[in-house]
């Protein structure tokens, strides 16, 4: 038996954007100090992937003349893709790019894949890796898959979501213009995005990168005091996410004066996750939409005025819901164009259309409700990252997990060597404790 489900216009295009650029697979890791029974974690993944029907999905072969792509959502998950690998005859690296990088055939098998890297993780326990491809979950999709598989896995009742797929996706549906004054709206944010490419973003300047294809990874977690004081000062309008994006800004202009670049023009492309706010962390699917932040030089001759340009336009995105509007002009495209003219679309990304493209990525989780564990009694540390690509090489994620911010940095190995990646991120570290120390008190103050 076989449910079937149109692609959003969000799947159409990532799924467009991976088949002519690169895998666009999420990071999730826990390195955990105990030692996975293999057999209950493929028992706990299954129960996980009845619990949420997407993580079973395969996309229905298309034709070149066909106008959407479907999925088919069997009602048995089949195989579960749980595998397990030594660690003493892989390294990490090896395992984590041969994972990440695998494109998935969505017509063929799950939408995921894990691996249990043996002795990998904290005192010789187990390091689990989970790869999901961006086309059918974001970064809440993913957390809310891991939490129904560790919670089956711990012998719990994982809970299920409080709306169903088929109601969660009439959120996209009823994002398509449907009077005059909407499409006016969706055609003024395309222009407003077209303004914004006239101008090419700086690129970050590398050190130590090299030929090797693949990607490195840090990771980094503010301690809850300065967790608690980055929340407890902002002044109003302005959010935690405002001061990491800024950081974020900041960080890229101090390495590339290090490294005797000029930096003009930068753009941090911001997922914003549209899902209403009683089920904001629910749902294993693609309810994500991008938006770009931008700041040039003059904004950031000191940190103060940055804040200020960064949270005047994050409030703008939010009061005018720009990215709604982003959503339906996608929706203005003519309907019935075939698939195999579709596929072309993300063609325009390249050359000049890159343009469009932003310097790095940011998203941020927020306060993660509950953080993953293996059992009680058992330590774990959690690694997430969103994709990056040759166009967008730097992808950093954050996220809070019990009162603490962790920070995550995806880079390609062509952009950074190791070193010289960990210098990057603790930039960015300095100029988010720089804001929380000396700015947000003094704005605060006025």
């Known amino acids: 038996m076989r449910e079937t489900l149109p692609f959003t216009l969000i799947?159409?295009?990532?799924?467009?954007?991976?088949?002519?650029?690169?895998?666009?697979?999420?990071?999730?890791?826990?390195?955990s100090s105990a030692r996975v029974d293999i057999d209950e974690l493929r028992s706990a993944t299954g129960t996980a992937m009845q619990l949420h029907p997407m993580s079973r999905a395969r996309r229905r072969p298309s034709r070149p003349t066909d106008t959407r792509?479907?999925?088919?959502?069997?009602?048995?998950?089949?195989?579960?893709?749980?595998?397990?690998?030594?660690?003493?005859?892989?390294?990490?690296?090896?395992v984590r790019n041969r994972l990440y990088g695998h494109q998935f055939d969505l017509t063929e098998e799950p939408?995921?894949?894990?691996?249990?890297?043996?002795?990998?993780?904290?005192?010789?326990?187990?390091?689990?890796?989970?790869?999901?491809?961006?086309?059918?979950?974001?970064?809440?999709?993913?957390?809310?898959?891991?939490?129904?598989?560790?919670?089956?896995?711990?012998?719990?009742?994982?809970?299920?979501?409080?709306?169903g797929l088929h109601e969660s996706r009439s959120l996209l549906e009823n994002l398509r213009p449907t009077t005059p004054r909407d499409a006016c709206e969706a055609a003024e944010t395309v222009g407003r995005r077209l303004r914004d490419g006239v101008l090419s973003p700086t690129d970050i300047a590398d050190d130590g990168g090299?030929?090797?294809?693949?990607?490195?990874?840090?990771?980094?977690?503010?301690?809850?005091?300065?967790?608690?004081?980055?929340i407890a000062t902002r002044p109003p309008g302005v959010s935690v996410n405002d001061v990491l994006l800024t950081a974020l800004h900041l960080a890229i202009e101090a390495w590339n004066d290090a490294h005797g670049e000029p930096t003009g023009w930068l753009g941090v492309m911001m997922p914003v996750n549209v899902r209403p706010d009683d089920w904001f962390y629910q749902v294993m699917a693609m309810y994500t939409l991008f938006e770009r932040v931008r700041t040039n030089r003059a904004h950031r001759r000191n940190p103060g005025t940055a804040l200020a340009r960064v949270a005047r336009q994050t409030t703008r995105i939010k009061e005018r819901d720009l990215p709604e509007r982003a959503y339906e002009a996608l929706a203005l495209l003519p309907d019935g164009l075939p698939v195999a003219l579709e596929r072309h679309l993300p063609d325009l990304l390249r050359d000049g259309g890159a343009r469009l493209l932003d310097t790095a990525v940011l998203t941020n989780l927020?306060?993660?409700?509950?953080?993953?564990?293996?059992?009680?009694?058992?330590?774990?540390?959690?690694?997430?990252?969103?994709?990056?690509?040759?166009?967008?090489?730097?992808?950093?994620?954050?996220?809070?997990?019990?009162?603490?911010?962790?920070?995550?940095?995806?880079?390609?190995?062509?952009?950074?060597?190791?070193?010289?990646?960990?210098?990057?991120?603790?930039?960015?570290?300095?100029?988010?404790?720089?804001?929380?120390?000396?700015?947000?008190?003094?704005?605060?103050?006025?």
């Open 11 to 31: 799947e159409e295009m990532t799924h467009h954007l991976e088949r002519r650029f690169q895998p666009l697979d999420m990071q999730g890791e826990i390195a």
């Open 111 to 163: 939408p995921f894949a894990m691996v249990v890297y043996r002795g990998g993780g904290i005192d010789g326990g187990d390091r689990i890796l989970q790869s999901t491809s961006h086309v059918v979950a974001d970064g809440v999709g993913v957390l809310r898959f891991s939490h129904a598989t560790w919670t089956a896995y711990r012998g719990e009742e994982p809970v299920g979501d409080t709306v």
């Open 210 to 230: 090299s030929d090797r294809p693949g990607w490195g990874y840090e990771r980094r977690v503010l301690d809850a005091d300065l967790t608690g004081r980055l």
């Open 366 to 446: 927020g306060n993660v409700p509950v953080s993953p564990s293996l059992g009680e009694g058992t330590e774990s540390e959690v690694w997430f990252s969103p994709p990056t690509w040759r166009q967008i090489p730097i992808g950093i994620a954050v996220g809070t997990f019990d009162g603490e911010l962790h920070l995550f940095c995806r880079y390609l190995l062509e952009q950074f060597d190791e070193p010289a990646a960990a210098r990057f991120v603790d930039t960015y570290v300095t100029h988010i404790e720089r804001l929380v120390d000396e700015v947000l008190p003094a704005v605060t103050a006025d």
């Open 69 to 94: 792509y479907w999925w088919e959502i069997p009602s048995d998950p089949g195989p579960v893709p749980v595998y397990e690998v030594d660690s003493e005859e892989y390294d990490l690296r090896t």
